[in-house]
């Protein structure tokens, strides 16, 4: 069982591409204050042996530094400013087990609600308005997370009395919630749906002896398509543009060990 507190910081700056001493202004360092409380185990369940690690916390978040767009006449300008405060509440479970010899689980589940208390910016194209984006969550960042991987490794194989190599199989998979992925400072932020990956992979570890390891592994087995990245420039310049996650995959993978990382 554990508690801890932190504080860490970005520090402060100027807004180096200014275009007019006006905007050459300076932006103060962001802090964030953390605090955590968890507990570390390892314990039997049926004379096989588990983990399990618990931990939550909360953040307070002041002088969050965002880098701000306008357009003034026919320049765009970006600075960065000290344009926001938020708090971050989270927490994460962690749990592994082997319940039989060469068979392991792993699950973990995430949460982190990171939401602006007060974010106050001004219209891309008006820099005279103000838009309040308050309560909007924070850019690729979502809510859940979970993860697990169920993993067994054979003993050694032999063929004709040679041994061959360790056998190891693996499939693991992963999910996220909802995510945002861009701050517009105008409508239309894009957004990403939750989605689900799925991994495997087969491993012949060590062969004869050489310390060669062959594996054959496919990513993203059911081809989920997802985007991973937005810049949304819809209310400026007209256009935006979406970058995607990689498709299904297949591959082969050869590995070597030698010197002192041999087998």
Do not use: C, H
């Amino acid at each position: 069982l554990y508690a801890v507190q932190r504080r860490g910081y970005r520090s402060g700056g100027f807004n180096l591409r200014a275009l007019s001493p006006s905007q050459f202004e300076p932006f103060k360092a962001e802090i964030v204050t953390d605090y955590e409380i968890g507990l570390k185990s390892e314990w039997e369940l049926f004379g096989r042996p588990g983990r399990l690690n618990i931990a939550a916390y909360t953040q307070d978040y002041k002088d969050i530094q965002r880098t701000i767009l306008t357009i003034v006449g026919t320049t765009f300008i970006t600075d960065v400013r000290n344009a926001a405060s938020a708090d971050i509440d989270g927490g994460e479970v962690e749990l592994w087990y082997r319940p039989a010899e060469g068979l392991s689980l792993r699950f973990g589940f995430g949460a982190s609600i990171a939401r602006y208390d007060e974010f106050i910016v001004p219209d891309a194209q008006d820099s005279t308005l103000r838009l309040d984006r308050s309560n909007e969550k924070f850019t690729s960042a979502p809510d859940y997370m979970a993860n697990g991987t169920v993993r067994y490794e054979s003993p050694m194989v032999t063929l004709a009395g040679r041994e061959i190599g360790n056998l190891a199989f693996q499939v693991d998979g992963s999910w996220v919630s909802d995510i945002q992925l861009s701050f517009n400072q105008g409508p239309g932020n894009q957004t990403q749906g939750d989605y689900a990956l799925v991994n495997a992979r087969i491993e012949l570890q060590n062969v004869m002896g050489s310390g060669l390891d062959l594996a054959v592994f496919g990513r993203n087995l059911f081809d989920t398509e997802y985007k991973t990245g937005s810049v949304n420039a819809a209310d400026t310049v007209g256009f935006g543009f979406l970058s995607f996650g990689a498709p299904r995959i297949w591959g082969v993978e050869l590995r070597w060990a030698f010197g002192s990382d041999a087998r």
